[in-house]
């Protein structure tokens, strides 16, 4: 079951009544859409939503601006976001991860079994937490510091490949 519960600021009360939320299945995922029940008008408005649905559902976030953080996600999980940091904590499978401009933040579960970590931002740091013992390889890219605490290696055949991307920011993997 899918809940959402949310406070919309606007600057004005046309602005709050038409925004709409609405949800679908895209591709074998969940994509839930927060926008403007008027075509082609974006009302000023912002707000934050907790959203709660079975974490055994494939799941995608897009968001034009603002941040998104997820928590206990046990199937495939991809975000999209222009402006806001990414905060992914306890995922169970693959991961895709974008920011244009913020940071990207992920920890996997101790029972993580996904196919590939794949986190990016244009602006901002990437930070991926491993568990112990998590058999991965890192491909990292940064005009910033690669921190790899980890201490995992560039290739490994047969392992899960993490890949992270800034362009201003630093990318640590611990």
């Given at each position: 079951m899918?809940?959402?519960h949310g406070?919309?600021?606007?600057?004005?009360?046309?602005?709050?009544?038409?925004?709409r939320?609405?949800?679908?299945?895209?591709?074998?995922?969940?994509?839930?859409?927060?926008?403007?029940?008027?075509?082609?008008?974006w009302?000023?408005?912002?707000?934050?939503?907790?959203?709660?649905?079975?974490?055994?559902?494939?799941?995608?976030?897009?968001?034009?601006?603002?941040?998104?953080?997820?928590?206990?996600?046990?199937?495939?999980?991809?975000?999209?976001?222009?402006?806001g940091?990414?905060?992914?904590?306890?995922?169970?499978?693959?991961?895709?991860?974008?920011?244009?401009?913020?940071?990207?933040?992920?920890?996997l579960?101790?029972?993580?079994?996904?196919?590939?970590?794949?986190?990016?931002?244009?602006?901002?740091?990437?930070?991926?937490?491993?568990?112990?013992?998590?058999?991965?390889?890192?491909?990292?890219?940064?005009?910033?510091?690669?921190?790899?605490e980890?201490?995992?290696?560039?290739?490994?055949?047969?392992?899960?490949?993490?890949?992270?991307?800034?362009?201003?920011?630093?990318?640590?993997?611990?």
């Amino acid at each position: 079951m899918l809940a959402l519960h949310g406070t919309v600021r606007a600057d004005s009360q046309a602005a709050v009544d038409a925004v709409r939320v609405w949800s679908e299945r895209r591709d074998g995922a969940t994509v839930i859409t927060i926008g403007s029940s008027e075509k082609g008008r974006w009302p000023g408005f912002g707000g934050a939503f907790d959203i709660s649905l079975p974490a055994e559902r494939v799941l995608t976030v897009e968001t034009s601006n603002g941040g998104v953080r997820v928590d206990g996600q046990r199937d495939r999980l991809t975000i999209q976001t222009s402006n806001g940091p990414i905060d992914v904590r306890n995922a169970a499978s693959t991961l895709r991860l974008r920011s244009s401009n913020g940071n990207v933040t992920a920890s996997l579960d101790r029972r993580w079994s996904g196919e590939t970590i794949d986190a990016r931002t244009s602006n901002g740091n990437v930070e991926i937490a491993v568990p112990a013992g998590l058999r991965a390889s890192l491909q990292a890219s940064t005009n910033g510091i690669v921190r790899n605490e980890a201490n995992l290696p560039t290739a490994l055949a047969g392992s899960v490949p993490i890949h992270a991307t800034s362009s201003n920011g630093d990318v640590t993997v611990r």
